[in-house]
């Protein structure tokens, strides 16, 4: 009967080392699960940020080409209503 004993003991030992050994790692699965979501998060904000430069820049480009289109059409309204210079001489 000792013997019996020993061996629910060991048996007992074994799935409490098991049970511990697999906690421990499901932890360290968790925690590095943890570490990559913030990692995650923080390249998401730092892609956003690319993003927003991304976006002022394209701003600022397409602000400059408007500002020339609109000079343009208005010499070209000037031109076109100006009298032509051989009609000023005669």
Not at 8 to 27: D, H, I, M, P, V
Not at 40 to 62: D, N, Y
Request: aromatic letters at 2%; a positive charge.
């Amino acid at each position: 009967m000792p013997s019996m004993i020993l061996m629910k003991g060991e048996r007992r030992s074994r799935l409490l080392g098991y049970s511990f050994g697999r906690a421990t790692a499901l932890q360290t699965m968790n925690d590095a699960l943890e570490q990559l979501r913030n990692q995650l998060a923080v390249e998401r904000k730092t892609r956003q940020r690319e993003i927003v430069v991304e976006l002022q820049e394209t701003i600022v480009i397409l602000t400059r080409e408007l500002r020339q289109a609109r000079i343009e059409l208005a010499l070209r309204d000037v031109l076109a209503n100006a009298e032509s210079p051989s009609a000023m001489v005669h």
